[in-house]
């Protein structure tokens, strides 16, 4: 799978999480996304979230959640 469709797969992972029925907080994406990136990446649960970000930024070309709001 390459990158691309991996992104793609991502942000569809992340729009099925967030249409639940209550509104999704900037924390609740954070969280979401952080877990999607660590399964796509296959990164450790216990990697640090800066890294997380920065390797999402380089390999899927994502920003974090925080950035797309």
Do not use: G, W
Not at 45 to 65: C, G, M, R, V, W
């Amino acid at each position: 799978m390459d990158i691309i469709s991996k992104r793609k797969n991502l942000n569809k992972m992340i729009t099925k999480k967030v249409s639940s029925h209550e509104k999704p907080t900037p924390k609740k994406l954070k969280v979401i996304q952080n877990l999607v990136v660590r399964s796509i990446l296959k990164l450790k649960y216990d990697t640090p979230s800066n890294i997380i970000h920065q390797e999402a930024f380089n390999k899927l070309n994502l920003l974090t959640a925080s950035n797309q709001l």
